[in-house]
């Protein structure tokens, strides 16, 4: 997890970011739990909630939190992505499991390719680069597994929630880390008392 100094890529307040997804992802995924319908209009609904409604908190944050300038410009990409594939699967929710299969594949591949390619580029010089690498990792994953998935609306729905709760969990974790480490740094040093002093 996020535990060494904050560095350069990104700003002390960065820890919001991966905190707010983590919210969003858990949010989706208790949605999907609770509701009896798991059809590939859910599906599609519930997904373009979540991508739109982070693709606007990563596109709109990244020109704030990140000070790496490539860093920066793949990650208002991230954001656009996830926009633009969420308002499709709004748009058309009707457009049934083929579709929903084949948007979520293209949005995992794309912006799972993207953080991966981030967290590597950047390693060592942010206390965020590991958990860029397992989220984008994560996610690139989610694209495989919905490419190769048999055909089936429960299933490729639940799959999504399990990610949610995956990807949730450890952005939450990831993000109060890092929050706690530049807390932990921005802390005064305190003084040091020799014991002769206090005779």
């Known amino acids: 997890m996020a ?3 904050a560095a350069s890529a990104t700003g002390s307040g960065y820890w919001i970011v991966p905190v707010t997804r983590a919210v969003l992802a858990l949010l989706g995924a208790v949605v999907i739990t609770f509701s009896p319908d798991h059809s590939a209009e859910f599906g599609l609904l ?3 909630a979540f991508a739109v409604l ?3 908190v990563v596109a709109v944050s990244a ?4 000070t790496d300038g490539p860093t920066r410009t793949l990650f208002v ?3 656009i992505v996830g926009i633009l594939c969420g308002a499709l699967a709004v748009l058309f929710s009707a457009g049934g499991l083929g579709f929903f299969l084949y948007l979520v594949s293209v949005w995992a591949a794309v912006t799972g390719f993207i953080e991966l390619y981030s967290g590597v580029r950047v390693r060592g010089r942010t206390a965020f680069s590991r958990d860029w690498i ?13 490419l190769l998935l048999p055909p089936n609306a429960v299933v490729s729905v639940g799959l999504l929630s399990a ?3 995956l990807i949730g969990v450890y952005l939450a974790i990831a993000g109060l880390s890092l929050k706690w480490a530049v807390a932990a740094d921005q802390r005064p040093p305190q003084p040091v008392v020799n014991e002769s002093d206090t005779l």
């Open 3 to 5: 535990n060494a100094p």
């Open 46 to 48: 519930l997904f373009g």
């Open 54 to 56: 982070t693709g606007l």
């Open 63 to 66: 020109p704030r939190t990140l």
């Open 77 to 79: 990409v991230h954001g």
């Open 134 to 146: 397992v989220t984008g990792a994560a996610t690139a994953v989610l694209a495989v597994v919905f």
């Open 163 to 165: 990610y949610l709760v």
